[in-house]
């Protein structure tokens, strides 16, 4: 028998599915972002975003040189309601497909942020060690730089490292696969701490 929660999510995924292909679609139809006209749609995302020269607010995910794929699919996640964010209820509503392509063109091409707190040998050198176990760097890459649908979390806020790490421990986000929440089962704060703290101070 499914569970409301399971049926639900099931039928959220056909939902975001459908979604995707059409913000797909409209990418390729549509040709391919255009970063001018993003960063007119982004203006108001700044404030707690940042860029270039302007930290995000303390919890906010810096979206500055993120992956294009990555922001396009939770741009799309985001408007339709599929990933909850407090702040930004109805933010993403007035814009198109081609807006998010564009906003996403826009943030992927901007000089990525670069976490400026201070470090701890001891935490970072834990970080590793769970990092380097876990296969942390086969999808977001050695640098962590992530590629195309995998996000960039090399120099990311540590806050809010900290925050969805937990979040897809506890089931509170779930993204365009499962592989997080999974990756992510039963590892205990401290060790979410230490790898944020890692991954935030990448040199
Ligand atoms: C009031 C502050 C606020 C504003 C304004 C805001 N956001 Fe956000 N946004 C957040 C927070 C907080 C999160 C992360 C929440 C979480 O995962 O719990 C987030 C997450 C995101 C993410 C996911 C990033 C990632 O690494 O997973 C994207 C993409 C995003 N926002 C785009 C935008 C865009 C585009 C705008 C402007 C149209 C915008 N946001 C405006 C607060 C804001
Ligand atoms: C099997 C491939 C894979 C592995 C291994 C993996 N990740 Fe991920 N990671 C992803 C994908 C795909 C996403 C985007 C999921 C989504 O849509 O929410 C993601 C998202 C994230 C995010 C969210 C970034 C943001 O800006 O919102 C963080 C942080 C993260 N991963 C950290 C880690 C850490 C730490 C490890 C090792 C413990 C790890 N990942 C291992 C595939 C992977």
Known sequence: MLTPTAARRI??????????????????????????????????????????????????????????????????????GMRDVPGMDGLLRKFNDQDLIDIAAFYSAAKPFTETGK?????HAAGAAISRARACGSCHLP?????????????????????TLKAYRDDRRTGFDTNMNALMYQVSDTDIAALAHYLAHQN
Request: glycine residues 10%.
């Open 11 to 80: 039928l959220r995924r056909a939902f975001f599915c459908v979604a995707l292909a059409a913000t797909c679609t409209a990418a390729v139809a549509q040709s391919r972002g255009d970063p001018m006209r993003g960063a007119e749609k982004a203006a108001a995302c700044v404030a707690c975003h940042g860029l270039e020269g302007r930290e995000p607010l303390p919890g906010m995910p810096a979206l500055a040189g993120q992956q294009r794929e990555f922001l396009e699919t939770q741009l799309v996640l985001l408007r339709e």
């Open 143 to 163: 640098g962590y730089t992530g590629q195309r649908g995998i996000p960039r979390i090399v120099n990311q806020r540590e806050d809010y490292l900290v925050a």
């Open 119 to 123: 470090r701890d040998a001891q935490r």
